[in-house]
Nanobody, 128 residues
């Protein structure tokens, strides 16, 4: 069993930055791809960013490309999402997820159903 706990959310003005952290426990994450998703009120959960187990491949949603950066520290079982130039439309609950699927060192899935474990989420609110 894997437990994922997100932190770092909060209220920030448009143009500001936040860094989300995801702490994993229960098993090592070093062999598994990780991802960040978000869900705004009344909307479906959507992909934000993912990173392969090796860290060699990262994938971003078009809406955050160039503003967000995903990274990982396997030794600490941590995954991060640095969010810069935040916009009001980035307001959502952000979720960390782990994929148990293995498809090579560059596998960085983007679909909700490719992930097995999820955190409880952290709220990010961007004011205009």
């Amino acid at each position: 069993q894997v437990r994922l706990v997100e932190s770092g959310g909060g209220l920030v003005q448009a143009g500001g930055s936040l860094r989300l952290s995801c702490a994993a426990s229960g098993r090592t994450i070093s062999s598994f791809a990780m991802g960040w998703f978000r869900q705004a009120p009344g909307k479906e959960r959507e992909f934000v960013a993912s990173i392969s187990w090796s860290g060699r491949n990262t994938v971003y949603a078009d809406s955050v490309k160039g503003r967000f950066t995903i990274s990982r520290d396997n030794a600490k079982s941590m995954v991060y999402l640095q969010m810069n130039s935040l916009k009001p439309e980035d307001t959502a609950v952000y979720y960390c997820a782990l994929s148990l699927k293995y498809n090579g060192a560059t596998y960085a899935p983007t679909e909700v159903n490719e992930y097995t474990y999820w955190g409880q989420g952290t709220q990010v609110t961007v004011s205009s």
